[in-house]
């Protein structure tokens, strides 16, 4: 169902004046102003001294407006308004699609890297044979599949191996410690995964300890199921978090905004659903 485009918003029943507006926000009666020049709320009507009048619809485009952008951003929440106002509501609502689905990608990834601290915290593998295993979880479950996050089947048993390497690898070595090809190495690196550094003379590539925590990292979520560009992230995080530790720190943080933004886009769901329904509402004139 469409919405009348809001290009004609008559004032019936109560009036307010730009300050009404601002007053309920704290904003000032010139951001108001321009968010009416900028498509973002409804033309105002004016009275015949020029004055802008502004209505009830006039209130809950604002409110509408303001609760988008703390839950989606500027830019989302423009297009949102500046979609309804053109009567095209199906543009509208996959914009907050689009958004809703970025935050699913969000939980995903920290998921992902709960994931991984917590085969981190479980310490070194029993061997080889266990890195290598796809059956199977753990006992301890990671946090994809406690938190019910992610679309895989959860990670395989076995955390990073112990004895990280004193001297740099080559491709091959890594290729056998991890019982991967050097192709799929490759492939991880043109990712964003894995950043070896090269021989200046002959090319090769040198894998530090550091790249072989990565690496291994990398094969625990590959082996759960997650998609490289997913992991690539993951692996991006523990870097920047600059170890353990300091990235189980963070974690409650990153969940705490991410649930703020969920909470935020609940907010704005139902200002907009009230904006829509004022857009809708027959006129007293019929039209």
Same mark, same amino acid.
Request: net charge positive.
């Given at each position: 169902?469409?919405?009348?485009?809001?290009?004609?918003?008559?004032?019936?029943?109560?009036?307010?004046?730009?300050?009404?507006?601002?007053?309920?926000?704290?904003?000032?009666?010139q951001a108001?102003?321009?968010?009416?020049?900028?498509?973002?709320?409804?033309?105002?009507?004016?009275?015949?001294?020029?004055?802008?009048v502004y209505?009830?619809?006039?209130?809950?485009?604002?409110?509408?407006?303001?609760?988008?952008?703390?839950?989606?951003?500027?830019?989302?929440?423009?297009?949102?308004?500046? +979609?309804?106002?053109?009567?095209?509501?199906? *543009? @509208?609502?996959?914009?907050? %699609?689009?958004?809703? !689905?970025?935050? #699913? $990608?969000?939980?995903?990834?920290?998921?992902?890297?709960?994931?991984?601290?917590?085969?981190?915290?479980?310490?070194?593998?029993?061997?080889?044979?266990?890195?290598?295993?796809?059956?199977?979880?753990?006992?301890?479950?990671?946090?994809?599949?406690?938190?019910?996050?992610?679309?895989?089947?959860?990670?395989?048993?076995?955390?990073p191996a112990?004895?990280?390497?004193?001297?740099?690898?080559?491709?091959?070595?890594?290729?056998?410690?991890?019982?991967?090809?050097?192709?799929?190495?490759?492939?991880?690196?043109?990712?964003?995964?894995?950043?070896?550094?090269?021989? +200046?003379?002959?090319?090769?590539?040198?894998? *530090? @300890?550091?790249?072989?925590? %990565?690496?291994?990292? !990398?094969?625990? #979520? $590959?082996?759960?199921?997650?998609?490289?560009?997913?992991?690539?992230?993951?692996?991006?995080?523990?870097?920047?978090?600059?170890?353990?530790?300091?990235?189980?720190?963070?974690?409650?943080?990153?969940?705490?905004?991410?649930?703020?933004?969920?909470?935020?886009?609940?907010?704005?769901?139902?200002?907009?659903?009230?904006?829509?329904?004022?857009?809708?509402?027959?006129?007293?004139?019929?039209?």
């Amino acid at each position: 169902m469409g919405v009348k485009p809001q290009t004609e918003v008559q004032v019936e029943g109560r009036r307010y004046r730009p300050v009404h507006l601002a007053r309920e926000h704290g904003i000032s009666t010139q951001a108001v102003r321009n968010y009416e020049r900028d498509g973002l709320i409804p033309p105002a009507a004016r009275t015949a001294a020029g004055h802008r009048v502004y209505s009830a619809v006039h209130l809950r485009a604002l409110r509408a407006f303001l609760a988008l952008v703390a839950a989606h951003g500027h830019a989302t929440g423009a297009e949102v308004m500046r +979609a309804v106002g053109r009567g095209d509501l199906d *543009t @509208a609502l996959r914009a907050v %699609d689009r958004s809703h !689905a970025q935050l #699913l $990608r969000d939980r995903e990834t920290l998921d992902a890297v709960e994931a991984v601290v917590e085969a981190l915290g479980r310490g070194p593998a029993a061997g080889p044979s266990d890195r290598r295993s796809t059956a199977g979880l753990p006992d301890h479950q990671p946090a994809s599949r406690r938190l019910g996050g992610s679309p895989a089947s959860g990670l395989p048993g076995g955390s990073p191996a112990s004895g990280l390497p004193e001297r740099p690898l080559s491709i091959g070595h890594l290729a056998h410690r991890l019982g991967v090809s050097p192709a799929t190495l490759r492939k991880w690196e043109r990712a964003g995964i894995l950043l070896p550094r090269r021989d +200046a003379g002959t090319g090769h590539r040198h894998y *530090t @300890a550091a790249d072989v925590r %990565d690496a291994e990292l !990398a094969h625990m #979520l $590959r082996r759960g199921g997650y998609p490289l560009g997913h992991i690539a992230t993951v692996i991006d995080q523990v870097r920047g978090a600059g170890g353990h530790e300091p990235l189980v720190r963070s974690l409650d943080d990153w969940r705490r905004r991410l649930t703020g933004r969920g909470r935020a886009m609940l907010t704005a769901a139902a200002a907009l659903a009230e904006y829509l329904g004022a857009c809708e509402a027959p006129r007293p004139d019929g039209r």
